[in-house]
């Protein structure tokens, strides 16, 4: 072959070489763009499928980051827990999370059973420092010198002047056996201790002998230091021995009369310290010790006196004075368990408590517990927890939520059979009449323990309390009376219905205790009317279900109540006294059902 030709064939198989080495190149770089674009079409994809929400208001849910509408915090991703295969019963938080929820945990520990106690009375004079003024001899009042009650007197001062014919004979008796020659020392004694008889000092005896002459007026001195409570006389009158003229209190020392309800007897006892309040002196405390506790129950009122002396020196605290105490009341013995009351979350069918993993501290459990008394800040648990375990006591409510959007048991998610009652199937706002009127003839009474019925009565008389305050339209009354409320269906043990009794009680729990918590928080009277027009309906249901021990009921309606919608509410007496409208239209209402105490 020549030269030529075989540079030719070479340069042609240079091209061939170079051209399937472009061809491969070309062709890996569009499969390569192939899977640039899937990848890319997949990352976006995913990208379009997260949903985005916010730790501490888990309700809001974005398709994009960004911050929360409500607090303007970062949202972060949902976890998707579902091919985890993780315990649905156990939630997990990062580090970060429980620090943006603010989560802290406390130790179930055991302790002494205690009761922060608040009481409600007036002060009152010292009864044993009331003293009666009165006359040892007969006459007529010439002159008076105390003219009305609260005036000021002081021992031995004098208080009037009276003119005794009886005081006149036994002077001269006096100077005639002073003056006879007949008379003997026997006689002279005998004369002189007629007159101390009448409270004569012997002063006055001294200068009736030394003179000589017949006193017709005498004056009646004060025999102790005080306020005139009360005038039995005026000038001019005639008054026999043994007469009270006036009244005297001495106010040094005074008695506060607090009331105390049957359920709190037990904490209570003589010899313990009680701080108290006067509304005279906001800000001020004062604190006495318990003296007295009266031995027999008020039978309408359903409390005792507990009596608690102070020392009044200063003369500050006046008899009629409103006063409120309170104390810390503990009970030795066996020891409780108790957690902090912010651990335990109500739902009305339950109570809830989340439990930190022993070997996980990031791992926490939904456990149904049973709670006893508030004990201060604290609860007592009877059943669910152990000593030494650790619940959540802070940023419960952000954990529960966060669990439930993870699909894990929580609160509202509680991960079992049947369907939980809706409160507003109960009673919504702005009920109709005709609505709950047809449940009248639906509730059936079920029968319950004495006890579980003694203590809603005392919860009924306590409403009685509220109700009246809102006829009254005292807002500041309702208040406190809400909050007295709120102890006292603490007191109310669940533990005691059993089976559908319970169920029903949860049923309406829920609703009286979301309402209370509104009345109770609010100073608006407007507000406070407003909760207690749902309050009723399911108060009411639940004395027809169980039933009053000694006192009886009346539900009454007014049609114009709750903007014309009509309002409900519960009476002691027949007699109408419309909490809705007070002094505007009191008489405003009906009899609509009636509740006989067993």
Known sequence: MKTKDIKKYGIFSLIFVVGIFLGALIWSGGDQDEKLQETSGHEHSEAEDTEYTCSMHPEVRQSEPGDC??????????????????????????????????????????????KKIFLEGKIAADQRKVYSQVIHFSGRLEELFVNFDGQEVRKGQKIATVY???????????????????GNDDMLEAAREKLKQWKISEDQIQHILKTKKVKTNFDIKADVSGYVTQMNISKGDYIRQGSVLFKIADLSSVWV?????????????????????????PGQDFSGTITYLDPFVDESSRVIDVRVELNNTRNKLKPGMFAT?????????????????????????????????????????????????????????????????????????????????????????????????????????GETAGVVESTHSEIEKTD???????????????????????????????????????????????????????????????????????IAGSSDIEKQRKAFVTFNPPFYKALKTFGLSGEDAYYQFCPMANDDKGAYWISEQKEIRNPYFGD?????????????GE
């Open 448 to 518: 319950v323990s004495d006890k579980f019925q003694q203590q809603l009565t005392s919860f009924y008389s306590d409403y009685i309390r509220m109700k009246n305050s809102f006829v009254a339209t005292d807002a500041k009354a309702v208040k406190k009376h809400a909050n007295q409320l709120q102890q006292s269906l603490g007191n109310i043990d669940m533990g005691l219905l059993e089976g559908e009794a319970h169920m029903k009680w949860m049923e309406y729990l829920e609703v009286i205790k979301r309402d209370l918590e509104t």
């Open 325 to 429: 105490g309170n104390i810390n009341a503990q009970k030795g013995g066996e020891k409780v368990l108790l957690i902090p009351e912010t651990a335990v979350l109500w739902t009305g069918r339950r109570s809830v408590v989340y439990v930190q993993n022993k070997d996980n501290k990031h791992v926490f459990r939904m456990r149904e517990i049973t709670t006893g008394h508030e004990t201060g800040d604290m609860i007592m648990v009877l059943d669910g927890l152990k000593e030494g375990e650790h619940v959540i006591s802070n940023g419960t409510f952000a954990v529960d939520a966060a669990a439930q959007l993870a699909g894990k048991v929580s609160m509202m998610n509680p991960g079992i059979a049947g369907k939980e009652n809706n409160t507003s199937d109960l009673v919504q706002e």
């Open 257 to 281: 009369m607090l009331d105390a309800y049957e359920r709190d007897l037990q904490w209570l006892k003589k010899g313990q310290r009680m701080n108290l309040q006067v509304e005279a002196y």
């Open 584 to 596: 505007e239209m009191m008489e405003c209402g009906e009899n609509k059902s009636e509740i006989n």
């Open 164 to 182: 005794s014919p009886d005081l006149i004979a036994a002077q001269r008796e006096l100077l005639e056996t002073a003056g006879s020659e007949y």
């Open 69 to 114: 509408p409500i607090c303007g915090m970062e949202l972060i991703p949902v976890k998707d827990e579902s091919s985890e295969g993780s315990n649905v019963q156990d939630f997990e938080m990062t580090e970060a999370a429980m620090k943006l929820a603010q989560v802290r945990t406390s130790q179930v520990e055991k302790g002494n059973r205690s």
